[in-house]
């Protein structure tokens, strides 16, 4: 019999609103097609990861899934353990034979969203909103940043974090004043990639009738007329990818980026009326400039930094 | 001139009232559609009912007697000090910097090094609020909560920006080289040829904890220092009459409250994780409250409040891994134990009291 | 700094103090009456939790808003009968209360709107409104006093208003009053309340009651003023620091007005500067985060002296041993 | 039993009782604290209530007062049976109670204290207006003045019983019970009350005294039951019976009610005491220059109005003046100098030089009221090295300690597990002045050594302060009782407003005197108020002579 596959979420738990919820989206759009069944795990304590992991392997599941890069060090660990199985990562590269690594190209998707921006924006000033300052968070950041900035080079982009405890990913409430504090400075497009915080900036900023740009799952039906786009990290492709492939998925580092669609701005009938022409074409220019390398966007991992701001 | 046995305290009482505790839970299960007998069954073995199991059970309890104790003591002086989870944060970095300060050639010496810098940092960390408590008054209840917030800000600036590998998405220290791995339980147990918890993180640390119940216990009920934290607890004209220095008791209970708390990194960052992670005291400091306060501040009942909680963590986990009930069921359940044998147990004294006493009149005539 | 940023700052301090202070009060009340209370926490989580429900259900706030005082109120009475009927002990109580509330607000919302513990979002009238005082924008061209008015005192929702309604009410009651006279004996010497021939229970279990419903209100005010529904966890431990501001303000409500007002505009400005460029060096935006806190202790040090609480507070009152 | 039979204080008239208890009883977890009591008090009458500590006397009259429920009896309040759920029921009956632990809120002011649960309405001012020209009349009507707007702590405990008074009297109280009212007061201030209480008796107000005192009760009350192990053993009427049968009725023996001494002997001072002064942390002057010697085998009996300084003086002494506090002068300790700030001039300290403490407040400060006893023992001293074994203390050595103090002070119940807080005053007391007394130390300081305290318990304690001085120690008395002054002191020192007003020896002296000196009237004869220089200096020849 082929083995089911498993999916593991990270602590923020599969209803995070955000890419936990889009690595479920993708595992139920599996499910749909093929009405397969899958196993799928909730962390509740860094302890469990292993445990998980092994639990899962020891019963068999194939592929194996794992959302965030909190995996890696485990997974790392104990993958020789299981030759037989194969697992995935999301967001981090892990080197074993055994082990495909998932990685998105944030910074291109999110130079996407600063362009859409950059365009929209009256005021020249746009808002990002991070979660916990985490490398991860800054990869978005600069590629936001970097979007703007090339088409409003004199613009400006207010950044805020918006805790350095795990309640950070769940404060609708800091979200909201933290976008309101960066509208009252002028911000009137505000980036959120903050979980569950976020839904408290796209709030705010829907109450302030300025708009919002939404991340990893398409979340422009939040606020349909208030959200610019939604920076979308396809998690879900990814798993679905891995669970059709089983237990042919390849090893090794899996790039998902523009190209690859990995990455990437959501326009539907919500935001329809707000990406004019102009923006849309904006955009393909951008995407295909990144696609030849005319464009690099840079990415805050490699060095640390930002060259824009 | 007790009004009734001191077992029936002791024992009877906090048992009557679990099962209460457990009774409610039940409902609860039922109210959310699932099946109690189950929930029970699966919790009771993924905790306890394999050498598996008991090592992730033994591994929560080991991080929960830390904390417990970092309360008891200091609780003892009456000082409330809600700052374990800063604390154990700081513990843990002053682990990580010892673990890769030098290529250790063996866990032996490694280990205690590691301890005194857990026990430095947690130390350290309670000194300040202690200090400001003695000298200037400034109610240790808010300086605590406040170094709970800044000790998250400083993990999270230190393991960012100067603990995390180049390149790694992972807000996390290098792993801890080979010399720095604690041995586990089930090397332990494997060593003597016994096939035990494979794969668990309880590690020795388990040990530590159990000999800094005694230690702690011998501290309070046996040495001059304790009598006189207990003293200064009771009363501080009092103490000041006998001679005590109240300056001197708080710092130094403070100071011993944190170190306790710090020494749960040994468990959580170096036996287990092998490098230091953000999130890597998941609360276990707020835990050690209700831990100490359940097992009435003293070493054996903040042992078996541990164990307790320990049991409720991993069965709880398994609960939430392996069936659709959602893992804040047991935060439920965690609440529903602390509420009736820590805050509700006169409800079931108060009866209990009573039938004994009658039955100590019938006794005598 | 110019004026419109000291405006926009003040007003965000306004908000975020806002369920600060109530729960402020809320806690005030209790331990006024020797019922210490660490439960605020999780009495606001509790009802920011069936304030969204009921309000996104009924699509009324108000209706959400009594849902809100019902379920801090509910989980009160819980605290009273531990530490009043049942002499337990306070403290723990209340980190039970803590829990239980974190636990049941997920596990209800999954069992309800299957959000994994988020309720729908609350949309137009299922909010509350920002209310516009009267010749706000006729005045805002005032110097001055235009701007304070319009940008800082108008536009706030009714449940801002009503907390700050609340400080001189609770001066008031606390002062003025017959009730108000006896819940500060009672939190002082509980002996003498008794021996005058007044209930010690029935009091503390009035004090109790009275911090479910400010609770109520700072959980509503989170769930359906600031944000539009629940998100777990969302109090992000504002519980711990009202109780913090509580004791900062030696128990006293004009002080506490002070205290959280204090947190909050603290936390408006590290909001507002998130990484200080002090042109040597750029505050990460760690600090920055936890500058609130770190300020806390230093003015708690630095100013305020020792905070004695009211002498029976956290003892249950005990006749008979 | 028997006791209850022998109905003594039964007036001619028929008149019902203002009170009457039958066969109450009461029993606290295993003690059975009140045993089928009996008990008649018509009106108009002065009752009084004695018997050792821990008999049960507070417990009885808190019943009677709704503080406590009763498990069985009955109460009539003028021959009506009434059942006292709580005190609202007894204020509503008249009764009104001075605890012997008053029942007042520290930081309110005095009309607050008196309007709470007494308030007329839902507002406090017109309530306060009320109460204030009440308290006006009640204040001239009784001579008992006390400034409305001052809060508790600031008042002295005399003051605070005042409080407790006119408490009872705004109620319209016309049955007081007072539990052991003079236990705080000074002679004068006894006295005053005793006035008060005539006066409303003449109003045909009943009351109820507890006391220790045989001399009280025999001045004013017109019958005395008697209390022993929960029962009521013998109500007889006052004039019918002698301090001796009373004390015999209470503690089932002979007691011998004067204490016997010897003259004493004194040899060299052992306490040097030269221009002692204390300003407290509000900046009041607390002690004035205190100046004074103490020679080995003698005891100087300190007199004085409570608040005058002696409880500052006790605590700077004992090592332990209050947060905040600065002192200046000089103490010398056997010939040495003892330091009054920094590190060394703590409690332990003056303990290693000889320096035993009985402190004014045992409960507060004497001792940890949750501690067993056996603890207690040790409590101020469980440094001392016999106390340590190795890293550990030697608990096994206190243990032994504490039973052989038990035993040699005949503390009751005689069980040094017991909590201390489970002890009657009385007998927390004396494992107080056992502790300090068995370390032998050169010099004790006792405060109010037998406030609260049965005559056993007097007799004994007094008897172990003489005995100490017989050895050739040296004892500072502190005491409001001026007849426990007058019966043990070898010299009396009268401290006023922190100043020693004059030393006098009490053959050579009278209570009337020392009233005055007391009240700070200085004498003009050849005793000049102290400016720090003890008059007897001059005629102490081997005493160094200090550059000044
Ligand atoms: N609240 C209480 N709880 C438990 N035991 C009590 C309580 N009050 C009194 N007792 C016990 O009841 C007995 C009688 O106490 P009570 O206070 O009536 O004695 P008393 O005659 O007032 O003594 P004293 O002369 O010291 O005031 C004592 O053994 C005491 O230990
Ligand atoms: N809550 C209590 N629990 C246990 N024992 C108590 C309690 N309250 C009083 N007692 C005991 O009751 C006895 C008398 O009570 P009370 O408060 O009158 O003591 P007391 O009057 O101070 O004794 P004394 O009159 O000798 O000073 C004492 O032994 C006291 O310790
Ligand atoms: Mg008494
Ligand atoms: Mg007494």
Redo the contacts between chains.
């Keep these: 019999a082929l083995a089911d596959p498993a999916l593991i979420f990270d602590l923020g738990?599969?209803?995070?609103?955000s890419f936990n919820e889009a690595a479920f989206n993708g595992a139920t759009r599996w499910v749909e097609e093929t009405g397969g069944s899958y196993k799928e795990l909730e962390m509740q304590s860094e302890a469990q990861r292993e445990q998980a992991l092994r639990r899962l392997a020891e019963t068999g599941a194939n592929p194996i899934v794992m959302t965030g890069f909190a995996f890696g060090d485990v997974l790392n660990k104990i993958a020789p353990d299981y030759p037989d199985t194969k697992f995935a990562i999301i967001d981090m590269v892990v080197d074993q034979p055994n082990v495909q690594s998932v990685v998105f190209t944030e910074e291109q998707g999110s130079y996407l969203a600063g362009v859409m921006a950059g365009m929209a924006s009256e005021t020249g000033v746009a808002g990002f909103i991070g979660g916990m300052?985490i490398p991860l968070i800054h990869k978005f950041e600069c590629g936001y940043a970097q979007g703007f900035k090339a088409t409003q080079p004199e613009g400006k982009v207010?950044?805020?974090?918006?805790?350095?405890?795990p309640?950070a990913w769940?404060?609708?409430?800091?979200?909201?004043?933290?976008a309101?504090?960066q509208i009252?400075?002028g911000a009137d497009v505000v980036y959120a990639a903050a979980g569950?915080t976020g839904?408290?900036v796209l709030?705010a900023v829907a109450d302030a009738g300025k708009l919002g740009v939404g991340v990893d799952s398409n979340q422009n039906h939040?606020h349909p007329g208030q959200m610019l786009t939604s920076m979308v990290k396809r998690v879900d492709n990814a798993v679905y990818d891995a669970f059709v492939a089983g237990t042919d998925m390849v090893p090794g580092v899996k790039i998902m980026d523009l190209a690859a669609d990995g990455v990437g701005v959501a326009i539907d009938e919500n935001n329809a009326d707000l990406v004019t022409a102009e923006m849309q074409a904006a955009v393909d220019e951008a995407k295909a400039k990144i696609a030849s390398g005319e464009i690099a966007v840079h990415d805050y991992m490699t060095d640390n930094a930002c060259p824009v701001e | 001139m007790d009004k009734m046995p001191k077992w029936a305290d002791v024992i009877l009482t906090p048992l009557i009232s679990l099962v209460l505790a457990m009774a409610i839970s039940a409902l609860?299960i039922l109210?959310?559609?699932e099946s109690p007998t189950e929930a029970l069954k699966t919790m009771v073995d993924g905790a306890l009912g394999s050498s598996y199991g008991w090592g992730f059970t033994l591994y929560y309890t080991t991080n929960f007697i830390f904390t417990g104790l970092a309360v008891a003591v200091a609780y003892h002086a009456s000082l409330?000090n809600?700052g374990g989870e800063g604390q154990a944060m700081l513990g843990g970095l002053g682990v990580a910097l010892v673990a890769l300060a030098l290529p250790w050639p063996h866990w032996g010496i490694a280990l205690p090094a590691a301890m005194i810098g857990a026990a430095l940092f947690g130390a350290l960390w309670a000194l300040?609020p202690a200090w400001?408590q003695a000298k200037?008054?400034?109610?240790i209840?808010?300086?605590t909560?406040?170094?709970n917030?800044?000790a998250?800000?400083?993990l999270?600036?230190v393991l960012?920006?100067i603990l995390r590998p180049v390149g790694s998405m992972d807000p996390a220290s290098a792993r801890f080289p080979e010399g720095a791995h604690l041995p586990s339980l089930a090397d332990m147990a494997a060593g003597l040829g016994i096939e035990w918890g494979k794969n668990t993180p309880v590690n020795i640390t388990f040990f530590i904890a159990m000999l800094a119940c005694v230690l702690v216990w011998l501290l309070i009920w046996r040495t001059r220092l304790g009598y006189e934290i207990r003293a200064f607890g009771r009363s501080e004209p009092a103490a000041r009459y006998a001679g005590i220095n109240p300056v001197r008791i708080i710092v130094i209970t403070m100071l011993i409250s944190g170190a306790l708390a710090g020494l749960m990194a040994i468990n959580n960052v170096m036996g287990e994780a092998e490098r230091l992670v953000l999130n890597a005291v998941e609360g276990a400091g707020?835990i050690g409250?209700?831990v100490a306060?359940?097992g009435r501040n003293h070493p054996f009942g903040v042992f078996l409040a541990a164990l307790l909680f320990g049991f409720l963590y991993q069965g709880g986990g398994e609960l939430a891994l392996w069936t659709s009930i959602?893992r804040?069921?047991?935060?439920?359940?965690?609440?529903?134990v602390?509420?009736f044998t820590?805050?509700?147990?006169?409800?079931v004294r108060?009866p209990l009291e009573r039938i004994f006493l009658s039955m100590r009149k019938l006794g005598n005539g | 700094m110019d004026f419109p940023t000291i405006i926009?700052i003040l007003?965000?301090a306004v908000?975020?103090m806002t369920?600060l202070l109530l729960a402020c009060l809320a806690g005030l009340y209790s331990e006024r009456s020797g019922v210490f209370d660490i439960g605020l926490e999780g009495k606001m989580l509790m009802a920011a939790f069936t304030s969204a429900s009921i309000a996104f259900v009924t699509g009324s706030p108000w209706l959400g808003l009594l849902a809100g005082i019902g379920g801090a109120m509910l989980l009160s009475l819980?605290h009273g009968?531990?530490?009043i009927t049942?002499?337990?002990?306070?403290?723990?109580?209340g980190?039970?209360?803590?829990?239980?509330a974190?636990?049941?607000t997920?596990?209800l919302g999954?069992?309800i709107f299957g959000?994994?513990?988020?309720t729908p979002?609350l949309t137009g009238g299922g909010r509350f409104g920002e209310i516009t005082l009267p010749f706000a924008e006729t005045l805002r061209d005032v110097p001055l006093l235009g701007p304070i008015y319009a940008d800082l005192i108008s536009g706030h929702t009714i449940l801002v208003y009503v907390a700050f309604l609340c400080v001189p009410l609770t001066w008031w009651v606390l002062?003025?009053?017959?009730?108000?006279?006896?819940l500060?004996?009672v939190g002082?010497?509980p002996?003498?309340?008794?021996?005058?021939?007044?209930?010690v229970t029935r009091l503390r279990f009035v004090a109790v009651i009275i911090a479910g419903v400010l609770c109520g209100l700072a959980g509503a005010y989170?769930a359906t003023g600031?944000?539009?529904?629940f998100?777990?966890?969302?109090t992000?431990?504002r519980g711990?620091?009202a109780?913090?501001a509580l004791?900062?303000a030696k128990w006293r409500p004009v002080s506490a007005l002070g205290a959280t007002f204090l947190f909050g505009l603290l936390?408006?400005i590290a909001?507002?500067y998130?990484?200080l460029d002090l042109g040597v060096i750029t505050i990460?935006?760690?600090?920055m985060?936890?500058l609130p806190?770190?300020l806390?202790?230093i003015i708690?040090?630095g100013f305020?002296?020792?905070?004695i609480p009211p002498?029976a507070g956290g003892e249950p009152y005990v006749?008979?041993? | 039993m028997a006791a209850a039979a022998k109905q003594g204080g039964r007036p001619e008239t028929a008149a019902p009782y203002a009170i009457e208890l039958k066969r109450i009883s009461k029993s606290?977890?295993p003690v059975q604290a009140n045993k089928d009591i009996d008990l008649r008090v018509p009106r108009g009458t002065i009752h009084g209530i004695i018997g050792e500590n821990g008999a049960g006397k507070s417990t009885l009259m808190s019943i009677l007062?709704?503080?406590?429920k009763p498990d069985a009896g009955q109460i009539l309040i003028d021959g009506q049976p009434i059942t006292i759920a709580?005190?609202?029921?007894?204020?509503r009956a008249g009764i009104g109670?001075v605890?012997q632990h008053f029942?007042?809120?520290?930081?309110?002011t005095v009309l607050?204290?008196i309007?709470?649960?007494?308030?007329d309405?839902?507002?406090?001012?017109p309530?306060l207006s009320k109460a204030r020209d009440v308290l006006k009349q009640l204040a001239q009507e009784y001579q008992l003045n006390v400034d409305p707007d001052e809060t508790i702590d600031e008042l002295s405990v005399g003051h605070q019983q005042r409080v407790e008074i006119l408490?009872a009297l705004y109620r319209q109280a016309d049955i007081l019970i007072l539990d052991e009212p003079t236990g705080v007061l000074t002679p004068a201030e006894a006295d005053h009350l005793f006035r008060i209480l005539e006066g409303l008796k003449a109003e045909g107000k009943t009351i109820i005294l507890i006391t220790h005192k045989l001399r009280e009760i025999m001045d004013i009350t017109d019958n005395v039951s008697v209390m022993r192990r929960g029962q009521m053993v013998a109500s007889v009427k006052t004039a019918e019976t002698s301090p001796e049968e009373l004390a015999e009725l209470m503690v089932g023996r002979k007691v011998i009610l004067n204490v016997e001494k010897a003259p004493a002997a004194p040899q060299a001072p052992v306490l040097e005491v030269r221009d002692l002064k204390l300003v407290d942390d509000e900046g009041v002057e607390r002690l004035r220059g205190i100046g004074f010697d103490i020679r080995a085998g003698e005891i100087l009996g300190i007199a004085g109005v409570s608040g005058n300084g002696q409880t500052q003086l006790l605590e700077l002494l004992g090592g332990y003046p209050e947060k905040g506090a600065t002192v200046s002068g000089s103490i010398r300790m056997n010939g040495q100098e003892l330091d009054l700030t920094g590190t060394r001039s703590d409690a332990r300290t003056r303990r290693e030089r000889g320096i035993g403490h009985v402190p004014e407040d045992r409960q507060v400060e004497g001792l940890i009221m949750d501690f067993a006893a056996w603890e207690n023992v040790a409590f101020g001293y469980h440094d001392q090295p016999e106390y340590q074994g190795g890293l550990l203390m030697d608990n096994a050595r206190i243990k032994a300690d504490a039973e052989k103090y038990f035993e040699d002070f005949d503390v009751r119940p005689r069980n040094t597990h017991l909590a201390a807080?489970?002890f009657s005053g009385g007998n927390q007391q004396k494992i107080v002045v056992a502790r300090e007394i068995e370390r032998n130390p050169d010099l004790l300081l006792i405060g109010q050594p037998t406030r609260g305290v049965d005559i056993g318990a007097i007799e004994f304690i007094h008897r172990r302060i003489v005995e100490l001085r017989d050895a050739g120690k040296a004892v500072l008395l502190v005491s409001v009782e001026l007849d426990e002054i007058l019966a043990l002191s070898d010299r009396i020192a009268v401290m006023f407003d922190g100043r020693i007003m004059g030393e006098r020896l009490p053959a050579e002296t009278t209570t009337g005197e020392l009233g005055l000196l007391m009240a700070g009237v200085t004498d003009t004869e050849n005793h000049p108020a102290s400016d720090g220089i003890p008059p007897e200096q001059n005629h102490v020849e081997d005493l160094p002579k200090e550059p000044r």
Excluded: C, W
């Design positions: 738990g599969k209803f995070d609103k300052d207010l950044i805020n974090y918006t805790g350095t405890t309640a769940n404060d609708p409430v800091k979200g909201g004043e933290l309101k504090a009252s400075q569950g839904i408290g709030q939040l | 609860v109210a959310i559609g409330f809600i300040i400001l200037r008054g400034s109610h209840v808010i300086t909560i406040m170094f917030f800044i998250a800000a400083l999270n600036y960012v920006n707020f409250i209700a306060l359940m959602p804040e069921l047991i935060v439920v359940i965690q609440a529903l602390i509420l820590g805050a509700l147990d006169n409800m108060m | 926009q007003d965000s908000r975020l369920p819980i009968l531990a530490s049942f002499r337990g002990n306070q403290l723990i109580s980190v039970a209360i803590n829990f239980l974190s636990g049941m997920v596990l999954i069992k959000l994994g513990g988020r979002a002062f003025r009053t017959r009730f108000g006279l006896r500060r004996a002082e010497n002996a003498s309340v008794d021996t005058a021939g007044v209930s989170l600031l944000s539009a529904g998100v777990k966890e969302m992000a431990g711990f620091i109780l913090a004791i900062f936390e408006a909001n507002r998130p990484n990460p935006s760690m600090f985060n936890a806190y770190i806390t202790v708690l040090a305020v002296g020792r905070a002498r006749k008979e041993r | 606290f977890g007062y709704g503080f406590y709580d005190s609202q029921t007894a204020i109670m605890f029942k007042l809120v520290q930081n309110f607050e204290n309007i709470l649960g007494a308030e309405g839902a507002l406090l001012r309530s408490k807080r489970n």
